[in-house]
Nanobody, 123 residues
Framework: QVQLVESGGGLVQAGGSLRLSCAAS????????MGWFRQAPGKEREFVAA????????AYADSVKGRFTISRDNAKNTVYLQMNSLKPEDTAVYYC????????????????WGQGTQVTVSS
């Protein structure tokens, strides 16, 4: 049973930074793409960033390019999202996700999800 647990969310002022973590357990981590998604109030969940197994290949939503960085530590079964220059429009619940197969593209589909962590950016 794959379990994903996010942490690191919180309240930050615009221009500030946060680092989200996602700890994976109960399944193979190393060989699977991992992604971050977010859902703001009243909006659909959207793709934020994703990373392949070795970390050599990443993908980002246009809205976060140059501000967010995804990384992973396969020894710790953990994926990170470093968020800099945060904006009020980044406010959302952020979810970590894993694909069902090793060969899935970075845009998904993603089949395993964490519970989410709230990020609130004040203006």
């Amino acid at each position: 049973q794959v379990q994903l647990v996010e942490s690191g969310g919180g309240l930050v002022q615009a221009g500030g930074s946060l680092r989200l973590s996602c700890a994976a357990s109960g399944g193979t981590f190393t060989n699977y793409p991992m992604g971050w998604f977010r859902q703001a109030p009243g909006k659909e969940r959207e793709f934020v960033a994703a990373i392949r197994t070795s970390g050599g290949s990443t993908a980002y939503a246009d809205s976060v390019k140059g501000r967010f960085t995804i990384s992973r530590d396969n020894a710790k079964n953990t994926v990170y999202l470093q968020m800099n220059s945060l904006k009020p429009e980044d406010t959302a619940v952020y979810y970590c996700a894993r694909t069902a197969t090793r060969f899935t593209g970075l845009r998904g589909p993603y089949n395993y999800w964490g519970q989410g962590t709230q990020v609130t950016v004040s203006s």
